[in-house]
């Protein structure tokens, strides 16, 4: 493997149906590009949590490994399928005997990459503090893989900066910002380890981070908790992160970030 690099794509937060079928049709066209496929689904299933059905939908359209942060929850067959789930790694800072694993070490094609998931604690419910519970598990990933990817989920921007750049130091290949839904334009190499502050999302384009517009615009006038509906426009966004990475250093060569939009999604079913 001297000198060999992998292919990376990391896909931001799938919300709901548009999602899943924008993640389908670009893995249709694009798979063969990539050596590892790693997507966020904590909202895969009507904009909130992952069902069984769905997670077994996503492994098939291609996805090797699933994160997600605080809605994972949010379905509550999650607790029926989630001790099987070998492909899904939940946020590892919630409390011991929290069911699932915060990280997993995967092995494809002659290459092992370690997957960390962490949530933020700024603007966020309170779990336990990601630093030293994530340093000791690069510690231990580096251990067998050079290659180490953390998903953080995460609402301050400063929270995600500070952090990734401390991963950088510990030897992160690279570190993906999500939860805001929205894309920022700040990809870029850090000690070897690529790093963008959000990815951003995939689902439907014309309505809010994913929503509906109607029942987002409903709660911030009236300030009541109603309940949010997946936006259901035809025209989808895919927003992504590809990362090109050394097998043999784990060091990031290359991260480039990836937009797109499509206004044919094909119809499957009625699910949300």
């Known amino acids: 493997m001297n000198n060999k690099t992998i292919k990376i794509i990391f896909f931001g937060d799938i919300v709901g149906k548009p999602g899943r079928l924008a993640i389908e049709q ?4 694009n798979s063969e590009k990539y050596d590892f496929v790693i997507a966020n689904i904590e909202n ?4 909130f949590g992952l069902t069984e059905k769905n997670y077994n939908d996503i492994l098939e359209y291609g996805v090797d490994a699933m994160t997600c942060g605080n809605h994972i929850w949010d379905k509550k067959d999650i607790y029926a399928y989630i001790d099987n789930a070998d492909r899904l790694v939940r946020p590892i800072n919630y409390p011991a005997g929290t069911r699932g694993l915060g990280s997993r070490i995967f ?3 002659g290459f092992k990459i370690g997957v960390i998931n962490a949530l933020g604690r700024v603007f966020m419910n309170l779990v336990d503090s990601q630093w030293d519970i994530v340093k000791d598990e690069i510690s231990k990933i580096k251990q067998i893989t050079p290659i ?7 609402e301050a921007t400063a929270e995600k900066i500070c952090f990734a750049r401390y991963c950088s130091e510990l030897g992160v290949s690279a570190f993906f910002g999500t939860h805001t839904h929205v894309q920022t334009a700040d990809e870029m190499i ?8 959000d990815t951003g999302f995939c689902g439907a384009s014309d309505g809010v981070i ?4 109607h029942s987002s615009l409903s709660r911030f006038l009236t300030n009541i908790p109603e309940r949010y509906e997946v936006a259901e426009g ?8 590809e990362v090109d990475i050394d097998v043999n250093t784990g060091f990031a060569a290359s ?6 939009s499509n206004s044919k999604i094909k119809e499957k079913g009625d699910e949300n």
Do not use: P
Request: aromatic share 14%; net charge negative.
């Open 210 to 213: 994913g929503m509906d517009y």
């Open 190 to 197: 850090i000690n070897n380890m690529a790093y963008i502050t």
């Open 234 to 241: 035809r025209e989808y966004q895919i927003n992504a992160l």
């Open 26 to 29: 670009y893995l249709a066209e």
């Open 107 to 109: 092995e494809k094609e």
């Open 44 to 47: 895969a299933s009507h904009g």
């Open 255 to 260: 991260v480039k970030r990836v937009y797109c």
């Open 148 to 154: 180490v990817v953390i998903d953080f989920h995460a």
